[in-house]
Every structure is written in structure tokens, then in C-alpha cells.
């Protein structure tokens, strides 16, 4: 009994569509369950069996193949399949959205866009991979070079060689539109410039064309004409290597970054096409094509993938920027520690007037908009005002200090860098104990002080009775608070990326220099003046735009959220401590009586935690990702951490009088034994 196979149905005079169709259906009934790659590798060959076994079916076949040949361009498929139609990453960004979005059709003569049809499972890959060569040898006589009539197989003979030297050319193409591009050539370094590899690869490309028309794809001359196009391909690409430098110096573009990864994809694509063009095992060689780029046509359908990618190392540099702030957030004496004290009260006397001008506001009876923007107005003047002070605002902290304690691993193969790892845990719990209770320790009396003066002034406390109860009830612990302060610190964390991606942006266009020497800048302010702005602004960039980014997401968000029916607001543990403050001291003495303050009293105490918390945790793991740190060395992290926490509980809270000493940590993996000097 013989097996049925797509054969039967095949129709060589169908339109283009229903051709199209059919190889869609073909393939799928290859896929079968998509369970067992050998049945598939069976269906592969039980196909090329009914080919062969009648001459009627040998010519429908044939009559079918010049057919889809003679219509379908499969050049942009071998030199464009899995690469951005335009070299940018929001061109890239849309397509990938639209692809997702809107359903292909299969009436196409492009062959890279009928291929995401075609090989659209992960599948696909694995029973490309597992055709024996007996097989693929059966399927290239019998489906791509038949024996007979002369005019086919002169059609056939030159097909494949030729769209592979057509996608060769495509792709030296594009990568000298990318190595001459400004942008990139602008940045690569003096020797990459001098050593001129990108105006060789032409040169080098032809020299192989010639002789591949003199002599063959396999002759000695074409095979020393393609390792002269390699060894100049490796050249483009260090070449091209030499922009990461520049840019970790100078600020990171995703642009750029995205350009980059799309020429060293190219460089592999060329060399790919190489190996078909040339390889002994031809049908080898193409089978290992077509899987990858059905594998590259899988990976190019995915956003995250595309985002993840192109801004990994702009996430790096955001981290690293984060950790040179976060240095100053981290105490490790005593003295060090008290200053965070006197500066965190600092913070909390000025959140302690923000407090005031918040509820002064309410008062006018503003929209939700214009009142969400008022408060972002407000509580940015009041952050930028401490950042400019020199104060400590507490929940401000992890988002910058996580980056800077994971930057003590970038060396964890060194004796030792755990240790000091956990010595940071240890200093930044700390400096968070100390920042909270400063800002706690203030904001309560300054907002009771103010309010009290209200009262004496004016007959009123700084708000009514029935605001003061709503007040209580928003921040009691009994409704969705934990879920708000988590929120919180999500808007905490985002502060942090927008400060880091707005400095790297300042520093990748060089502005303090354009400020500094500017005509424009320097005939209004003045050279000396000029100079001083540039470097204030170098300075307090990433501050500046933390905390008025920060101030206008904790004003503006909950307004948007009230606009699309989302009842999410935010609680800030100081500001709300101020909240409870003022709502006490116009409800009385006799409101220590009532229960909603003692639960609005344990729902600040829970704030600071989830703000801390949450904060933290995302800026932790962006900086874990940044510095490529292994799960078998986070363990390792988080036994010391556990150790730490047994040994010298009291070093989280108190700064130690003498350093701790963990006698059990082992060398990180790969790190080298210390050697005694006995």
C-alpha cells in the first residue's frame, strides 16, 4: 500500500496563489505532528519516491518547478530574509509590529516573504537539520536536476549558483552602505579608518565574480578569490567593532547599535553563501541554509527580541551611569552614616513644606488633569530642590545604589569580590534604615509644626475634618496600599532609566561641550559663564531629569489612570507620612483613639519597605543583566548573603567597629587560589 502524498494534488498550471498554496500544504503534511522529526525525514523521502516513480509524474513535477523558478525571486530570501528592510530600529520596530499584526498572503513573487509561510514553525528547523545526506542527494537529482529536456536542465543548472552571486551581491552592498555610513565610519577608531576595509570589499567581491565566470564556483581560482572575501570580511567586521569603544566612551545610540548588529549578521550571511556556493556537499550546504533561515525568520518575528538586542548595551551603560550616582547613596562608617541622618532630615523638613503647598492646591479645585500636573510641579521643584541642597530622599535610593553594588561583581573571579559584595548589602541596608528614619523624623513634626501655626494664625488646621478622614482611609493599611507603594517603586525605578538613558543621550551629542563653546551660548552668556553651566549641567543631568521625571509620574500617572478607569494611584512613603501628619493634627487628641490611624500608622511603616522593595529588586536585576553575572555565581551571592545575615545580623542596621569576616567563602568559579607567601 502506498502512501498518499501532496504529489497527487499538485497542479503545474494552477495560478500563482493555489501554486503557492500547495507547497504551503506540502510542507505541513512534511510537519505532520509536528512530534517526530524522523517521520518527517520519512514523508521527505516517501515524496521523492512518487517523483520518481512514474514519468508522468516526473514531468508535472518539472513543469511545476520552472514554474515557481520562473516567478518567484529567491535572491531577497538568501540575502535579506531576517534583516531590516531599512537600517534603523524603529523601521524594524514597525515591521516586526505589522508582520505580527497583519496576515501574509501567499500570492507574492518575493521568496522571502512567501518563506515566513513556508517554515513557520521552530519544527521546521529541527527535521531541515536532520535530512541524511542520502536524502538530500535523492531530492537534488530527482527534484532539481532532471536528465531530461535540454531546456530545463539548462534552466535549473545555473538557478541556484546564480541568485547565490546575486545575494552575494546584495550583501556586499549593504555592508559598505553601513561601514560608509557617517555615523559609523565617524566613530570607528584612526587605525580601523586608515586600514580602508570597507573600500577593499568591492574589490575583493569581484575578483571572486571574475573568476567564478572564468573558471567555476569550485575551481582553485574561485576558491583563493573567496578566502581573499573572507579574510577581508573579518577585517570589515573588526573594523566595525572598533564603534563599541566609542560609544562605551561617549554614550550608546540603539540606532547604532542595531546598524552594528545587522552588518555582523551580514558578515556570517556572506560567508554562509560562501559555503553553499563552494561546499563539496552542496545539498549539505543548502539544507543548513534553509535552516537558518527559518530559524532567523522564527527569531526575527519576536519585539522583545529586537528590543532586548539592540539596547543590551545601551541597559549597561543606563546601569553604569545609575551605579557612579548611587556611590554617593551608600554610607560605610559611622560618620558617614550620621551624615546620612542629618542630610535624610534635611529631605523630609523639605518634603515637610511640600506637604503644605499639596493640600494648599486642593484647595482650588483644579481638574484632574491640571491638579495631577500641579503635584508634578510641585513635588519635582521639591525633589530637585534636595537634589540641589545635597539632601536624601529615601525611596530616590535603590533604583541608583543596585547598579553600583553590582558593579563590585564585575571582577567576582577575584578572591575576595563576594565579600565585598555583601559588605554593600550590608551598607545599603543601612543607608536605607538611616534615610527612612531621617525623612520620617522630620516630616512628621514640620507638617504638625506648619499645621499648628495654621491653626494659631488662621483658626485651621492645614486640612478639614473630612478631608483629614479621607486621608486616614487612603492610606490604611486595609485597602489596596501594598498594591500602590508597589506601583510606586515601579515609577521609581522607571525615574532611574529615563535619568540614565537622558545622560547617555547628553553625553552621546557631546552637549557640555556645545554649551561650553557654542557661539550662540558663549556671546549670551559669556566664556566663563558658558563653562560653568556646561559643567553644572555634566554634573546634575541624571539628577535633574530622575527627579522631575520622578515628581511628574507620582502627580500626573494616578490622573491618567482616573482618565481610562484604572483606580491606580501611588503612595510615597514620606509623603504620605506628612499625609497622616496633617490629618492628624486637625482631627485632634482624641484621634489616637480611633483605629484608621493606627492603620494608616502601619501602612506608612509598609510603604517605605515596598518602595524600597520593589525599587530595588528591577534596578538589581538590570544591573545582574548588564554585568552578565551567571546564575551559578547569584547563588553563590546569595549563600554569602544568607552567612552575612547569621554571623552579623546587627552590621544591616549599625555600622560594624571593626570589618566582618566570612570564613567560609569559597572562591568564586574560575577565580584563582590565593598564593601563600609563607
Same mark, same amino acid.
Given at each position: 500500500m502506498t502512501t498518499a502524498t501532496p504529489l497527487?494534488?499538485?497542479? &503545474?498550471? #494552477?495560478?500563482?496563489?493555489l501554486r503557492h498554496l500547495w507547497l504551503i500544504n506540502a510542507l505541513r503534511w512534511v510537519r505532520g505532528d509536528e512530534k517526530d522529526v524522523q517521520a518527517s525525514v520519512q514523508?521527505?523521502?516517501?515524496?521523492?519516491?512518487a517523483?520518481?516513480?512514474? &514519468?508522468? #509524474?516526473?514531468?508535472?513535477?518539472?513543469?511545476?518547478?520552472q514554474a515557481f523558478i520562473g516567478t518567484v525571486d529567491i535572491t531577497p530570501l538568501l540575502a535579506d530574509h531576517g534583516f531590516a528592510p531599512r537600517t534603523a530600529f524603529l523601521s524594524e520596530f514597525g515591521n516586526r509590529l505589522r508582520k505580527k499584526v497583519l496576515p501574509g498572503t501567499p500570492e507574492t513573487t518575493d521568496m522571502a516573504e512567501l518563506f515566513d509561510l513556508l517554515l513557520s514553525s521552530r519544527f521546521d528547523v529541527r527535521w531541515l537539520k536532520a535530512l541524511d545526506s542520502e536524502t538530500l542527494q535523492r531530492l537534488r537529482s530527482s527534484l532539481l536536476d532532471p536528465a531530461e529536456a535540454a531546456v530545463v536542465s539548462t534552466g535549473s543548472a545555473h538557478f541556484w549558483e546564480d541568485a547565490l552571486m546575486d545575494a552575494l551581491v546584495y550583501c556586499a552592498s549593504q555592508i559598505c552602505a553601513t561601514g560608509f555610513a557617517s555615523e559609523i565610519r565617524g566613530r570607528m577608531s584612526p587605525e580601523a579608518k586608515a586600514g580602508r576595509s570597507f573600500h577593499q570589499l568591492p574589490a575583493d567581491f569581484e575578483g571572486?565574480?571574475?573568476?567564478?565566470?572564468?573558471h567555476g564556483a569550485r575551481s582553485p581560482q574561485a576558491l583563493a578569490a573567496a578566502d581573499a572575501l573572507r579574510a577581508s570580511l573579518d577585517t570589515c567586521r573588526h573594523a566595525a567593532y572598533t564603534v563599541y569603544s566609542h560609544l562605551e566612551e561617549h554614550g550608546v545610540s540603539v540606532g547604532i547599535v542595531f546598524r552594528l548588529r545587522q552588518l555582523r549578521e551580514r558578515v556570517v550571511r556572506m560567508k554562509q553563501l560562501l559555503d553553499c556556493l563552494q561546499s563539496?556537499?552542496?545539498?549539505?550546504?543548502?539544507?543548513?541554509?534553509?535552516?537558518?533561515l527559518a530559524q532567523v525568520g522564527i527569531d526575527n518575528r519576536s519585539i522583545r527580541a529586537l528590543v532586548a538586542s539592540s539596547s543590551q548595551l545601551t541597559a549597561a551603560k543606563v546601569a553604569e551611569r545609575s551605579a557612579e550616582s548611587g556611590e554617593h547613596y551608600i554610607t560605610r562608617n559611622a560618620a558617614e552614616y550620621r551624615g546620612m541622618l542629618r542630610k535624610a532630615a534635611g529631605g523630609g523638613a523639605i518634603v515637610g513644606l511640600t506637604v503644605w503647598v499639596k493640600f494648599l492646591m486642593v484647595g482650588l479645585g483644579l481638574t484632574a488633569f491640571w491638579g495631577g500636573f500641579a503635584n508634578g510641579v510641585n513635588y519635582a521643584t521639591s525633589f530637585v530642590v534636595i537634589m540641589l541642597l545635597h539632601l536624601t530622599l529615601a525611596t530616590k535610593q535603590p533604583a541608583v545604589t543596585a547598579p553600583a553594588m553590582v558593579a563590585k561583581l564585575r571582577d567576582i573571579k577575584q578572591p575576595g569580590a563576594v565579600r565585598r559584595f555583601v559588605d554593600e548589602v550590608a551598607n545599603l541596608f543601612r543607608s536605607q534604615i538611616a534615610s527612612i528614619v531621617g525623612n520620617l523624623g522630620m516630616v512628621v513634626p514640620v507638617v504638625a509644626l506648619i499645621s499648628l501655626l495654621m491653626v494659631w494664625a488662621s483658626g485651621q488646621a492645614m486640612v478639614d475634618e473630612h478631608k483629614a478622614h479621607e486621608v486616614l482611609r487612603s492610606i490604611s493599611l486595609l485597602g489596596p496600599l501594598l498594591l500602590y507603594a508597589a506601583f510606586t517603586g515601579v515609577l521609581l525605578f522607571a525615574s532611574s532609566i529615563i535619568a540614565g538613558w537622558v545622560e547617555n543621550w547628553y553625553v552621546f551629542h557631546n552637549l557640555d561641550s556645545a554649551m561650553q563653546h557654542n557661539p550662540r551660548f558663549t556671546a549670551v552668556l559669556g566664556r566663563a559663564r558658558a563653562a560653568?553651566?556646561?559643567?553644572?549641567?555634566?554634573?546634575?543631568?541624571?539628577?535633574?531629569?530622575a527627579n522631575i521625571s520622578?515628581?511628574?509620574?507620582?502627580?500626573?500617572?494616578?490622573a491618567f489612570m482616573t482618565f481610562f478607569g484604572i483606580g491606580l494611584d501611588v503612595r510615597h512613603v514620606t509623603l504620605s507620612a506628612g499625609q497622616v501628619a496633617a490629618a492628624a493634627v486637625a482631627l485632634g487628641w482624641g484621634v489616637f483613639a480611633e483605629p484608621a490611624l493606627w492603620w494608616a500608622v502601619a501602612g506608612v511603616l509598609l510603604i517605605g519597605p515596598v518602595n524600597l522593595g520593589v525599587s530595588f529588586y528591577l534596578a538589581f536585576r538590570l544591573a545582574l543583566r548588564a554585568q552578565n553575572i551567571s546564575e551559578v555565581n547569584r547563588q553563590l551571592i546569595r549563600a554569602a548573603i544568607q552567612r552575612r545575615i547569621r554571623a552579623a545580623p546587627l552590621s544591616f542596621l549599625l555600622p560594624p567597629r571593626k570589618p566582618v569576616v566570612d570564613p567560609e567563602e569559597p572562591p568564586a568559579p574560575g577565580a584563582a587560589a590565593p598564593q601563600s607567601h609563607g
Open positions: 497527487d494534488t499538485l497542479e &503545474p498550471d #494552477a495560478p500563482l496563489a514523508r521527505v523521502r516517501a515524496f521523492a519516491d517523483v520518481q516513480a512514474t &514519468p508522468e #509524474a516526473q514531468a508535472r513535477w518539472r513543469r511545476w518547478w571572486l565574480r571574475r573568476a567564478v565566470d572564468a563539496d556537499k552542496p545539498e549539505r550546504a543548502t539544507a543548513a541554509l534553509l535552516a537558518d560653568r553651566w556646561a559643567a553644572f549641567m555634566r554634573r546634575n543631568i541624571s539628577g535633574l531629569a520622578l515628581g511628574f509620574m507620582l502627580g500626573l500617572v494616578p
